[in-house]
């Protein structure tokens, strides 16, 4: 299968990068072919709210590295959402990206995908993550996506601190379970 990975982390040696990995191993491991976009070091103009793509009829007028991701989307079967949580939801760089599959939300949702999410999160509070479990499931169920997974890193402290915990062997397994 074609998974397409979307990281949200600036910090390309951060925590939710290294579970992102994790990830990617087990799946290439099981056969997937593999997208990495890693939103916050792309070239991703705002949606402009133009509707000039009269939402999926006609191409966004942004040039920028959609361009190439949106091929990617719309021949995968799988996408990961991977964010750290910056103020209780995933990043401004994911939901940046996020905000542009409006130019093919129909042919996204005909697609009936299949979605994972991974969060990281400093804080030990589990009532923490429930916003970006709400806004993952919100986003997806929008999109006719399937949700097949999710790992939510609650209370994390540093890589180190994260190899030390279950979540990177729980990332591994679930991509070579796929
Ligand atoms: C701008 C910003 C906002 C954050 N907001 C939260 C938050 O609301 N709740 C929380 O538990 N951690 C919060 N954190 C901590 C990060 O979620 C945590 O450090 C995470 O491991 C960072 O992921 P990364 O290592 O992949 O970059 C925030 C960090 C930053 C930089």
Not at 121 to 138: C, M, R
Request: aromatic letters at 8%; glycine letters at 6%; one cysteine or more.
């Amino acid at each position: 299968m074609k998974i397409t990975v979307l990281t949200g982390s600036p910090r390309k040696n951060g925590t939710s990068n290294y579970l992102a990995d994790e990830f990617i191993k087990g799946a290439k491991e099981s056969g997937h072919e593999i997208y990495r976009f890693d939103c916050a070091k792309a070239d991703i103009k705002n949606c402009l709210g133009c509707n000039a793509c009269a939402m999926g009829s006609k191409p966004c007028i942004h040039k920028d590295d959609f361009a190439e991701l949106r091929e990617h989307l719309l021949n995968s079967d799988i996408i990961l959402f991977v964010s750290p949580i910056y103020y209780f939801d995933m990043t401004s760089s994911i939901k940046k990206v996020i905000d542009r599959f409006y130019s093919i939300d129909p042919q996204l949702k005909e697609k009936n995908n299949k979605a994972v999410l991974i969060s990281v999160q400093h804080s030990p509070v589990e009532q923490v993550k429930d916003i970006i479990n709400a806004h993952y499931q919100a986003i997806i169920n929008w999109l006719n996506i399937e949700n097949i997974g999710i790992i939510n890193a609650v209370g994390i402290e540093s890589v180190e601190h994260l190899k030390q915990t279950s979540y990177p062997q729980q990332a591994y397994e679930l991509g070579k379970s796929l």
